[in-house]
């Protein structure tokens, strides 16, 4: 069996980067369609995120930011690693961050995952509504059990849960992130199976 990974902010509210709506050319919510984004769409364009209780040198220390908007935000170091090891899962988008003093860190992109990962297996998958709705994924609340396929991931690194759009590590790719000593701070990592469960073990 192959594991499915995912991640998720250890609830530290500093990290999450707000979007200054007064400084988007690039709306994030283009990013979950998991299309790639022709050039012309976003060179010389940015979108603004603030950490408002970081310093430059605070967020330096983070390579995968969490944001406001269904986005990450990658340093450069990630870039290159996903770029050496995935560059047909992921595109990044430029973006510029601004600390709590007003200072602009260069640099980092916004992840655009350009795979989406349909790898349920629906004989071991249960799924929540709303109450009154039809059984259709638009009104999914979430799960009581989830299950991927051992191949879920196919030969993809990382991608997007159709469902719910987050974004999932394979295990190989998991590995690799150890192997080059790169720290997701303030993430932890879960088995996307038992995102719902409420006995969460970290990987």
Same mark, same amino acid.
């Given at each position: 069996?192959t594991?499915?990974?995912?991640? #998720? %902010?250890? +609830?530290n509210?500093?990290t999450?980067? /707000?979007? $200054? ?6 709306d ?22 603030e ?9 330096l220390e983070?390579h995968?930011?969490d944001?406001?908007?269904p ?12 770029n ?15 600390? #709590? %003093?007003? +200072?602009?860190v260069?640099g980092?992109a /916004?992840? $655009? ?7 349920y ?8 509504y ?10 999914m ?26 974004i999932?590590f ?5 590995n690799?992130?150890?192997?080059e ?6 993430f ?7 995102w ?8």
């Amino acid at each position: 069996m192959t594991n499915v990974i995912t991640i #998720k %902010n250890n +609830e530290n509210q500093k990290t999450i980067g /707000m979007e $200054n709506r007064k400084k988007r050319e690039i709306d994030p919510y283009d990013l979950m369609e998991c299309k790639q984004m022709k050039n012309e769409r976003y060179e010389g364009k940015y979108t603004e995120f603030e950490f408002d209780e970081l310093s430059k040198k605070e967020i330096l220390e983070h390579h995968y930011l969490d944001s406001n908007r269904p986005v990450v935000l990658a340093s450069p170091k990630l870039q290159e690693i996903f770029n050496n090891y995935a560059p047909h899962d992921v595109q990044f988008i430029p973006t510029m961050l601004i600390d #709590k %003093n007003g +200072e602009t860190v260069d640099g980092y992109a /916004m992840m $655009n995952i350009l795979t989406e990962i349909d790898g349920y297996d629906e004989s071991h998958t249960l799924r929540t509504y709303y109450d009154n709705d039809p059984k259709t994924i638009d009104n999914m609340s979430g799960y009581t059990k989830l299950k991927y396929k051992d191949d879920a991931m196919d030969k993809h690194l990382v991608g997007r849960d159709r469902d719910f759009s987050f974004i999932l590590f394979s295990e190989k790719f998991y590995n690799i992130l150890k192997e080059e000593n790169i720290k997701l701070k303030d993430f932890k990592y879960y088995l996307a199976e038992e995102w719902y469960d409420d006995s969460i073990e970290t990987v």
